[in-house]
């Protein structure tokens, strides 16, 4: 479970522009690498996990389910500013392991928003179920990470949901003996199939914690957006929702949660579902419809965890992205035009602690010897000054 953390009695607050916005975060949602998941996680080509090339042949619950798991840890390792957990709840072979990452929010870091998927399958392939949720919570992990937010963010990864719902029950009943303050779960499962060309999706949801104004949330954000980044969706709400998936473990908790997949209501879903005469394989989903799903679940999650811009300044039409915040070992600087860039480092008590320049588009810079803590980023340049705060992990 999520550690209560420690708030800063006092925040140093400076002016400065951004431009940085929802609707980018938006415009990030890469089909390309929504793809490379489902074709890797799902065994249509073989990929790289711990160094030796693998096919993953299936993901079926208590059959050894540990390759598919070492391969979500490596994909989430490899992504700066996030905390990852090997939550290995029953050891073994067949045992259970979800795989969690963290972000911490950077305002209210006891908020917690969960993004959810189930991992483990009933077969070979499995694409629709449920590589399509996973893929679209490593997508979201890969871009909401490189930007700030005020609250918490929960990348969660389920094992054996196919046989009970364990993974995410395990975590769920700690979660509430743990007291964490778990605003919304928004659990994807299976939505990647479209086939009657209206491409309804299905919000199930009950009157369970805040969950009915979660649904609400989640049709704001697609009527928000759905012109400007194309999110050409319509919703259907179902309410009582199905309970067969991982947001009822929560629900039995009291937290809020909702499942946003296909539009099971209308009957438009994949009949390669746990179908032994039907393959559940890429070939069968819609990827423009799942496209926008992914892109729908972003608008929504970088809305409610408060996109909030520590890390971007804007000079005078020149933007300066610094990532990851927190940082680990390596800041990473990249510029939206190459502009010779003054750069300082100061701790929390005006101490200088770095003064170099900058002056390419990319640039990254070693910060592994600093402590851990609070420090201020001086950038300066012929268009401007700004003073960035940036967290030491």
Avoid at 110 to 127: K, M, Q, R, T
Avoid at 186 to 215: C, H, P, Q, T
Avoid at 262 to 291: F, K, V
């Amino acid at each position: 479970m999520m550690k209560k953390l420690f708030l800063f009695s006092c925040l140093i607050i400076f002016n400065y522009g951004f431009s940085q916005t929802v609707s980018d975060l938006i415009n990030e949602v890469s089909l390309t690498e929504l793809t490379l998941t489902l074709n890797e996680f799902s065994g249509e080509q073989s990929t790289v996990v711990n160094g030796n090339t693998v096919t993953i042949l299936n993901r079926v619950s208590n059959t050894d389910n540990n390759l598919a798991a070492e391969y979500l840890l490596q994909k989430l390792n490899a992504i700066s500013g996030l905390t990852v957990t090997d939550d290995v709840y029953s050891p073994g072979a067949n045992g259970g392991r979800n795989v969690i990452a963290t972000q911490i929010g950077q305002t209210n870091p006891n908020n917690i928003y969960i993004v959810c998927a189930h991992y483990d399958s009933v077969g070979n392939y499995s694409s629709d179920d449920n590589v399509s949720g996973t893929a679209a919570v490593l997508e979201l992990a890969r871009i909401l990470s490189q930007y700030n937010f005020d609250n918490t963010i929960i990348f969660a990864l389920w094992d054996q949901e196919e046989i009970g719902l364990i993974g995410a029950n395990n975590y769920a009943e700690a979660a509430s003996a743990a007291g964490d303050n778990i605003l919304a779960v928004l659990n994807m499962d299976m939505m990647g199939y479209e086939n009657d060309g209206d491409n309804e999706f299905d919000i199930d949801v009950r009157d369970i914690g805040n969950s009915l104004a979660m649904k609400d949330d989640i049709i704001s954000a697609l009527n928000t957006y759905k012109v400007s980044n194309d999110i050409n969706l319509t919703a259907n709400v179902v309410n009582p929702g199905t309970p067969q998936s991982d947001h009822k473990p929560f629900w039995d908790e009291g937290f809020s949660a909702v499942l946003l997949g296909e539009a099971w209501s209308t009957g438009d879903r994949t009949p390669c579902w746990h179908n032994q005469n039907c393959i559940d394989r890429i070939s069968t989903m819609d990827l423009d419809y799942y496209h926008d799903m992914v892109k729908l679940a972003m608008a929504y999650t970088a809305t409610k965890a408060g996109l909030n811009a520590l890390s971007v300044a804007d000079f005078d039409g020149i933007e300066i992205k610094m990532f990851p915040n927190p940082m680990k070992n390596t800041l990473k600087i990249k510029s939206s035009e190459i502009i010779e860039t003054s750069l300082n480092i100061v701790d929390i008590n005006g101490k200088n602690i770095r003064e170099t320049r900058i002056s390419n588009i990319d640039e990254s810079i070693d910060v592994s010897e600093l402590s851990s803590g609070i420090y201020f980023v001086k950038l300066k340049n012929q268009r401007g000054e700004r003073i960035i705060k940036m967290v030491k992990e």
